[in-house]
C-alpha cells in the first residue's frame, strides 16, 4: 500500500511557506505522494468556505514542491481538465514530469461547479467529450515523434511537441469522479481510477466492472491502479472523529488498511481538511509513527 498526503493550498493560509512544509514533511516522514487540489475561481462550497483567503494554484504550487523535494510522486486530485487547453497543459506536465524526473501523477476530472465553468467560459454540458479528447491530446503529444491529432475540438500535425516527460508514455492518468461515464473514462482512457469516499467494500464492488469494462475493450484491466482520496483522523488521543472509513484509533486504521488491500486498492491519498497546521502536522505524525510503521 501506498500512501499519499494532500498539502492544505486550498485552505485559504496566507504564507505559502506553510503549504510548501506539509509537502516537505510527508517526504520526510515516509509519505509516497503529495497531491493538490484544483479551482481557478472561488465559486459555490470554494467561495463559502474562503471569502478572499488564497486558493494557490495547482500546478505552480506542485512544481515549487517539486524543487524542495526528492522523492516524493507529485499527484493533481483532481485538475479539471475542461477548464484548461490540453496542449498548455501537456506542456506544463511533461516539463515537470522533465523537471521532477519523472515524479508526475496526474489526476483528471469535469468539474462539478457550473458557475465556475461558466465563468471561464467553457461548455458546462460538453466538459465530458472535452475531456475524453483532451487526454487523447495528450498523449499523442507525449508519446508521438510527429503528432498528429484531428477532433472535435482541437487539430494538428506537421509540429513537433518538446520536451517528452521522462516517464516514457508520459504521467499516469488516474480519472477522478463516480458517475457512470467516469467508470468508462477511467476503463478506457485512464491507468487508473481515482474516486473519494470509498470504504474497502466499496472499492472492491466499484472496481471490478472498471477492470471488466478495460478488459472486454482490450486493455489490461488487472494493471489499472486504484487510489482512493479520503480525510484523515488518527483518534488515540481524544481527538475528534470525521465521517471517513480513515478515522479511528491506530489499530483500527491499520486492519482498515489491510481490507483496503485484500480489495486491490494500491494508494490512499489522504487529506486533513483545515487550515490549522499545526494539527496537519500532528496527524501527519500520528499516522507515520503509529499506522504505517504497523502495516509497512
Known amino acids: 500500500m501506498r500512501f499519499g498526503f494532500i498539502v492544505p493550498h486550498n485552505y485559504g493560509l496566507e504564507d505559502p511557506q506553510d503549504v510548501v512544509g506539509v509537502a516537505r514533511k510527508a517526504e520526510e516522514l515516509g509519505y509516497d505522494s503529495v497531491w493538490v487540489n484544483h479551482h481557478v475561481l472561488h465559486a459555490g462550497y470554494i467561495l463559502d468556505r474562503l471569502g478572499d483567503a488564497p486558493y494557490y494554484d495547482a500546478l505552480t504550487l506542485l512544481t515549487w514542491v517539486a524543487a524542495v523535494t526528492d522523492r516524493v510522486r507529485l499527484g493533481t486530485t483532481v485538475i479539471v481538465l475542461p477548464y484548461l487547453n490540453p496542449l498548455v497543459l501537456a506542456k506544463t506536465i511533461a516539463t515537470l514530469d522533465v523537471m521532477s524526473r519523472g515524479r508526475v501523477n496526474l489526476g483528471i476530472g469535469v ?48 509540429v513537433k511537441f518538446s520536451p517528452k516527460p521522462v516517464q516514457q508514455l508520459g504521467p499516469p492518468v488516474l480519472i477522478g469522479g463516480h458517475s457512470a461515464a ?115
Open 111 to 158: 468539474g462539478n461547479l457550473k458557475q465556475e465553468s461558466d465563468s471561464l467560459a467553457r461548455d458546462f454540458h460538453n466538459r465530458g467529450r472535452y475531456t475524453d479528447e483532451g487526454i487523447a491530446v495528450m498523449r499523442e503529444l507525449w508519446t508521438a515523434i510527429d503528432p498528429v491529432f484531428d477532433g472535435e475540438f482541437f487539430s494538428f500535425s506537421g
Open 182 to 296: 467516469a467508470h468508462r473514462r477511467a476503463a478506457l482512457l485512464g491507468d487508473g481510477w481515482h474516486p473519494m469516499g470509498l470504504d474497502p467494500e466499496q472499492a472492491g464492488v466499484r472496481m471490478q466492472p472498471i477492470r471488466d469494462m478495460a478488459n472486454a475493450a482490450g486493455r489490461d484491466g488487472s494493471a489499472l491502479d486504484l487510489s482512493i482520496r479520503l480525510e484523515l483522523r488518527v483518534a488515540d488521543d481524544g481527538t475528534e472523529g470525521v465521517d471517513s472509513p480513515m478515522s479511528g484509533r491506530p489499530e483500527e486504521l491499520a486492519r482498515t488498511i489491510e481490507q483496503y488491500e485484500a480489495q486491490g486498492v494500491n494508494e490512499l491519498v489522504l487529506s486533513v481538511s483545515t487550515s490549522d497546521v499545526d494539527f496537519i502536522h500532528k496527524t501527519m505524525d500520528a499516522f507515520a509513527e503509529k499506522v504505517m510503521s504497523r502495516v509497512r
